[in-house]
Structure formats: structure tokens, C-alpha cells
């Protein structure tokens, strides 16, 4: 398998509000950019729209580490949270419904095709490419302003 290393950003002008997300593919000495927008969201929906639009770029299986400034969606693939909200109906723990089921059945459909290692990086912290994406999410954003 092919490696590849992604970085992803989502960004949201009030939330819910206009949205951006961005993602940098970087695959040996190639990258690419990525990044898109949407009038009304949530930033929780533009972080993961990154995500899957960044693997739905790969044109076949890949061994994938994806860092991401987004504890929502590290933390619901890295703690097994979002498999038990599949397993039971999309219901959180407590009972409630899970949040953007559309997109989470989406991208576990992606999971399936690449091996994924989830990485968090605090945002805004200066690394380059979590910076980078989060300027072509602001970018996008900015567009519906």
C-alpha cells in the first residue's frame, strides 16, 4: 500500500454558519490541496467533511495517517465511539442520537478501503500544514460572508 499523509481542517463563522474545511495530501515529494465550503453548517460537520473528502481523493487503497486538530473526530474513531453509536442504532451512550449520521456513514465506508491512523494536533499551535488547512478552510468560509 501506497502511504500518504493527510492534514485536515474544518472552519465555521458562527456554528451553526457559513463553513470551510481544508486538506493537504502529501505523498512523498507530492502534495495536494484540497478545500470547499458550505453556507450553512456546523464546524463538527465541516472538520469531517475534510476527512472524507481528503480519502475520497486517494484512487485506491492507502496506508493513511490523518492529522487532524479535531478531538471530535479523533476521538470518536480512536475511543471506538462512533462503532457503538452504529451498533446501537446511532444512539449515543445516553441514550440521545448521534450527530451527523450522514457523514459518519460515509466516511466508516472510507475506514473500510484505507488503513487510517487518526492523529490530533492542537490547532493554531504553528505546524504547517494544520496552519495551511486552516487557511483554505477560512478561505471557503469566507466566500459565503
Same mark, same amino acid.
Given at each position: 500500500?501506497?502511504? =500518504? ?5 474544518? +472552519?465555521? /463563522? ?58 471530535? =473526530?479523533?476521538? /470518536?474513531?480512536?475511543?471506538?465511539? =462512533? ?21 459518519? *456513514? ?24 494544520? *496552519? ?6 477560512? +478561505? ?6
Amino acid at each position: 500500500m501506497k502511504k =500518504v499523509e493527510i492534514y485536515t481542517d474544518g +472552519a465555521c /463563522s458562527g456554528n451553526p454558519g457559513p463553513g470551510g474545511w481544508g486538506a493537504v495530501l502529501v505523498c512523498g515529494s507530492k502534495e495536494l490541496e484540497l478545500s470547499g465550503g458550505e453556507q450553512n453548517t456546523t464546524n463538527n460537520r465541516m472538520e469531517m467533511t475534510a476527512v472524507i473528502k481528503a480519502l475520497q481523493a486517494l484512487r485506491y487503497p492507502c496506508e493513511v495517517t490523518l492529522t487532524t486538530d479535531s478531538k471530535y =473526530v479523533c476521538d /470518536s474513531i480512536n475511543q471506538g465511539w =462512533v462503532y457503538s453509536w452504529q451498533q446501537n442504532g446511532w444512539r449515543k451512550a445516553d441514550k440521545k442520537p448521534a450527530l451527523n449520521i450522514d457523514l459518519w *456513514e460515509q466516511m466508516l465506508e472510507l475506514l473500510d478501503i484505507h488503513n487510517v491512523t487518526f492523529c490530533w494536533v492542537k490547532g493554531h499551535n504553528g505546524h504547517p500544514y494544520n *496552519e495551511r488547512c486552516d487557511q483554505l478552510a477560512v +478561505a471557503e468560509y469566507q466566500k459565503w460572508i
